[in-house]
């Protein structure tokens, strides 16, 4: 792989990763400005109260991560799949956040509950990402179909093209 283009796929995994910190901080700001904490009461810091806020905001940290990451299925990841992948990684994070704060919350059914909503939105996620979308090509657009005069065109242009890229290139290294 030439230099170029791995400095490139470094710079996207690195652009894809920030994005979906930046996601998940997004998302964990605007909850927090619309569900605050609840005031701090250092002689019961585990208290009823504090669980309560725990489990609702892990419930609402699931739903948003699941809406993120069907956001981000939805756009067309052909065409931009930095900025859909940095999505996706987005709602992991946040799937990850609801995690840790239901686990903090007092051991409960409605934590059983957050637990079972982010195991199947992300198997469901992750097999509509990875089996759905990728599946089979068709008759028309397979492999074995039958290329189109236009594509049997494109083809000997990018041929001829690339071996002029050749031909210039020892030119330039000799």
Not at 20 to 26: Q, T
Not at 100 to 110: H, K, R
Not at 140 to 148: D, K, L, Q
Not at 156 to 166: N, S
């Amino acid at each position: 792989m030439p230099q170029r283009n791995l400095s490139q796929t470094v710079l996207q995994i690195v652009f894809s990763f920030f994005l979906g910190l930046v996601v998940v901080a997004f998302v964990g700001i605007a909850l927090n400005t619309f569900y605050p904490e609840p005031v701090a009461r250092y002689d019961a810091p585990d208290s009823a109260v504090w669980n309560t806020w725990r489990l609702v905001t892990g419930t609402w940290l699931l739903v948003c991560a699941t809406a993120v990451m069907i956001a981000s299925m939805l756009i067309r990841t052909e065409r931009i799949p930095v900025i859909t992948n940095g999505i996706l990684l987005g709602g992991l994070f946040t799937m990850i956040y609801a995690v840790t704060m239901s686990l903090s919350a007092s051991n409960e059914w409605p934590r059983l509950a957050v637990m079972t909503g982010a195991l199947v939105v992300t198997v469901g996620i992750a097999y509509w990402k990875f089996a759905v979308r990728k599946a089979a090509p068709t008759a028309a657009t397979g492999p074995t179909a039958e290329p189109t005069p236009l594509d049997s065109a494109l083809a000997g242009r990018v041929d001829r093209l690339e071996h002029r890229f050749d031909e210039l290139r020892r030119a330039l290294i000799d």
